[in-house]
Every structure is written in structure tokens, then in C-alpha cells.
């Protein structure tokens, strides 16, 4: 913490002015002024405290040396495992805008839409845990300088021939593209930090780590190598995009695959800076399970997942399955037959519907798509074959139940139907059957849900480090 000059009280980064003040005189300084003052420009690190969550190795930096309560990616409430540590310098920070309050209050509006949320997720208690923490993030810059040659092709028909003539469409083209970004700890995952995206990178300021005090901030553990590929197939593309868009080109198609291709340009890299983005976060745990809010701290774009509570919609859905039941039957004077066969599409329909939601799971459990988690071996896209979410759902004892009883419902009803009997008691039978089946089926779905929304309590095992050196 940086000693106040007036009074030598802590100074705290105060997001309002943009300014550090002192928590006890109100005198207030520019941060980039204690950057001179510590002539530490020259480093390459600096020095922080470093916490280390004993139950899911997470680690967090901090300038104030004050034990950290909690854990923010676990959830656990232990006092955590703090030493002093030298960390690399980022290159970059882009310092919070949003405050705690602003943070709260966008969270307070999101959760009275929630309906179904846990009541735990609205105490105070879990509402003041949300923890300013700034995110490590890689920040490529692409550019493209050259001439350039796309494949074009005119379609023509001649008597009993089709005629492709293939044409080399040449151009030259002077591209940069500054501040695409891609987050670099495993703890943070992919699929947050996507829908927390865009940051502005145009308000990116020099590091300081004065920027810091007040916060905490997460280290980088996943290789800039990662993401190049990524950074390099965007530029690729927006830039094909536009190639494609010129007029002389125009009346050429442009189908082939091979034209989309990030080797089309001479592309140019530099070494991405190493830059600090600020987020609100906070973690609710229940049992093993954890689910995150995170806002962005210079936006307040919000995301969350929240999970469902049991009872809250059990009884709801209980509530509305009856009527629904007797408006089909009694009601709308539907005859017993359609009532039947209305039931049992209904089943069906809720059936693909639990089945697509596991098939989600199993592919989120795969860790597909979030490559800091495979630090860059897995391929982009996972394909999860069937077999394998027929076994899960066959595995979920919770499932079973549900799908033994659909599938005799729709053999019932089936059975109905070709037997084709006088009395509508019957076709009532089948069509309650099915609902039943219903009311059991989303009961699986709202599990699973619950299983979807939240996370496997986090186990981290930080290997740190660029394996690259940087190309000066
Ligand atoms: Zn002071
Ligand atoms: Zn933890």
C-alpha cells in the first residue's frame, strides 16, 4: 500500500476521480505521479502479496498485505496462505470505471427478474462479497501489409456444359488491427470472460501498480501461445470480409473454402502486451457446486449464472402442470383422444428437450471450448458423440425414474390408440400418464439445469509462466 504524503495514512484507488486518495485526509494523487516518485519503471516486476487458496490452489495478488477471508474462485472461507511474491509487470491496466455501488445495484436489478433464484443470493451478506479484481489478459495487435491474391470464380452454361473460369483477384492491403484480446489465467474462464467482452482497449493506461491498491488481481498462467491462432483467424477474417466487399470484385463468387484463410495476407504479429481488465466478481457456493457473477469493471455488462431453487420451482411448476391439465381436458372440451395424443407430443417434446440439456452438460464437463484449461492442446471444436450422453443420461440416477415412466407412458398410449376403446376413460388414463411423465421429466430438466448453470468446485494447479521470451 502506498503511504499518503501528507499524512502517511494508505492510499486507495478511488474509481470516481480515477485518482488515488488517502483514507484519511482526503488528499488525493495521480497515479502515473508514483511512478516517478518509485522510479520503478526500469522493472521488470514488482512486488505484491500473494494469497493462495489452501482448498482449490487458486492465486490472487494483492498490494495490501491484510489477510484475504475468502476465496473468490472456490468460495471457501478460510483465511488464505499469503507470502510476499515478485510478479512480472504488466504492460497495461485499464484502471476500474464501474464502482462497488454501480456493480451492486446492477446486480440488485438482475435479481429481481430472478424468480427462481436462491434466497441465499440476495442476502447482504453474499451481495457485499463481490470482489474488484483485475483479470490478466493477452493483447494482440495484427497487422496486414502487402499485396494479396483471393480466388474468385464466374458461373456461365453453355449448350450442355457448365463452365467454372477461375479468376486471381489481386489487391494489396494495409491493415492493423489493435486490441484483440484473449484472458490468460485458468481460473478464469473462457466462457466468462467471452461474455464480458468488449473492453475498450482505447482506455488502456501504462501499468502502475498503484492502480492496484484496493483491489486484487489475478496472474497470468496460460502461455500467450494459446491464442495467436485465434488473434491471427479474426484479423484473417474481418480483413476477407472487406477484401471480398470491393467493388471491381464484385460479380466474382467467392465460395471456396480455401479462399477464408488467415495465410491470404502477409501477416505480421508482435508480442502481446500483457494487460490488467477490471472485473466485479463474486461466487456463491452450494455443496460442491459454485456459480459466478462477474461484471465487466469498465462497462458493467453483467453475467451470471445463477442456479434455480428446488422447492421455489417445483412448487410453481406443480401449480401450473394441474391447471394446464384440466384446461386441456375439461376445459377446452379437447376430446379424450386429441387430449391423449397432445400429452404424448408433449412428453416427447420435453424428452429431446432433457436429452439436448445433457448432451450440454457432458460437453461442458469435457472442458470443451475453453482451451486456458487444456493451455492450448485441445481443438477448438469437440464433437461428443452420442453414445456418450446416452450413457450419462443412463448413469443419472435421477433421469431414470423420468424416462422409464415416459417411455411406458408412450407405449401406453400407444397401445391405446391401435386398441382404439369405446369408453374416453381410457384415453384419460394415457393422457394423465403422460402428464405425469411431463411433471417428472422437467423435474430432471431443472436438475440438470442446476448442474448446467453452476461449476464443479475448482481445482487449479498453476504452472505459471510464459513459456516464450519476448521478441524485442
Ligand atoms: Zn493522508
Ligand atoms: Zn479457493
Not at 485526509?25 to 519503471?41: I, M, N, R, V
Not at 479474426?234 to 477464408?260: C, D, N, Q, W
Request: aromatic fraction near 14%; hydrophobic fraction near 40%.
Amino acid at each position: 500500500m502506498y503511504p499518503c504524503p501528507s499524512c502517511g495514512g494508505g492510499l486507495r484507488f478511488d474509481i470516481p476521480s480515477q485518482k488515488l486518495k488517502c483514507d484519511f485526509c482526503q488528499t488525493a494523487a495521480d497515479p502515473s505521479a508514483f511512478q516517478t516518485l518509485k522510479g520503478a519503471e526500469e522493472e521488470k516486476d514488482f512486488e505484491v502479496t500473494k494469497f493462495i487458496c489452501s482448498q482449490c490452489g487458486a492465486e490472487i495478488i494483492s498490494q495490501d498485505q491484510t489477510a484475504a477471508a475468502f476465496c473468490s474462485f472456490c468460495g471457501a472461507s478460510t483465511l488464505l496462505k499469503s507470502r510476499l511474491s515478485r510478479e512480472k509487470k504488466p504492460d497495461a491496466i485499464i484502471p476500474f470505471k464501474k464502482t462497488k455501488e454501480d456493480c451492486i445495484s446492477s446486480y440488485r436489478k438482475m435479481m429481481r427478474r430472478a424468480l427462481f433464484a436462491p434466497n441465499e443470493l440476495k442476502d447482504e451478506s453474499c451481495i457485499n462479497s463481490f470482489r474488484g479484481i483485475y483479470m490478466p489478459y493477452w493483447v494482440y495487435d495484427v497487422s496486414h501489409k502487402g499485396a494479396f491474391c483471393l480466388r474468385g470464380e464466374k458461373y456461365s452454361r453453355s449448350g450442355d456444359y457448365d463452365i467454372t473460369r477461375h479468376y486471381d483477384l489481386t489487391g494489396v492491403i494495409d491493415a492493423d488491427y489493435q486490441g484483440i484480446t484473449h484472458d490468460a489465467s485458468s481460473e478464469f474462464s473462457d466462457d466468462i470472460s467471452e461474455s464480458l467482452a468488449p473492453y475498450n482497449v482505447r482506455e488502456m493506461q501504462r501499468f502502475n501498480p498503484a492502480y492496484l491498491s484496493g483491489f486484487y488481481a489475478d496472474t497470468y498462467d496460460v502461455s500467450s501461445r494459446v491464442y495467436d491462432q485465434d488473434a491471427a483467424g479474426l484479423a484473417g477474417r474481418i480483413s476477407y470480409e472487406h477484401a471480398k466487399k470491393i467493388p471491381v470484385f464484385k460479380g466474382y463468387s467467392m465460395k471456396s473454402k480455401h479462399t477464408a484463410n488467415a495465410s491470404l495476407f502477409h501477416t505480421t504479429m508482435n508480442y502481446p502486451h500483457y494487460a490488467l481488465f477490471p472485473v466485479w466478481f463474486m461466487s456463491y457456493r452450494k455443496n460442491d457446486r459454485v456459480s459466478y457473477v462477474s461484471i465487466n469493471g469498465q462497462t458493467g455488462k453483467i453475467t451470471s449464472d445463477i442456479p434455480i431453487d428446488y422447492k421455489k420451482y417445483t412448487l410453481c411448476s406443480l401449480l401450473l402442470t394441474i391447471p394446464v391439465f384440466f384446461l386441456l381436458n375439461f376445459v377446452v372440451f379437447m376430446k379424450a383422444k386429441s387430449a391423449m395424443i397432445v400429452s404424448a407430443l408433449l412428453l416427447i417434446l420435453s424428452l429431446i428437450l432433457s436429452f439436448r440439456e445433457i448432451a450440454q452438460i457432458v460437453k461442458k464437463e469435457s472442458g470443451a471450448g475453453d482451451r486456458g484449461l487444456f493451455r492450448g492442446s485441445a481443438p477448438q471444436k469437440i464433437k461428443i458423440p452420442f453414445s456418450e450422453t446416452w450413457k450419462r443420461f443412463m448413469k443419472d440416477k435421477f433421469s431414470v425414474p423420468g424416462i422409464l415412466t415416459s417411455f411406458c407412458a408412450i407405449a401406453a398410449s400407444a397401445v391405446i390408440f391401435i386398441l382404439n376403446p369405446v369408453s374416453d376413460y381410457y384415453y384419460y388414463l394415457g393422457a394423465a400418464f403422460s402428464i405425469i411423465a411431463v411433471f417428472l421429466t422437467i423435474i430432471t430438466i431443472m436438475r440438470n439445469y442446476n448442474i448446467l448453470s453452476t461449476r464443479k468446485l475448482p481445482q487449479f494447479n498453476r504452472e505459471g509462466g510464459d513459456d516464450r521470451a519476448p521478441e524485442k
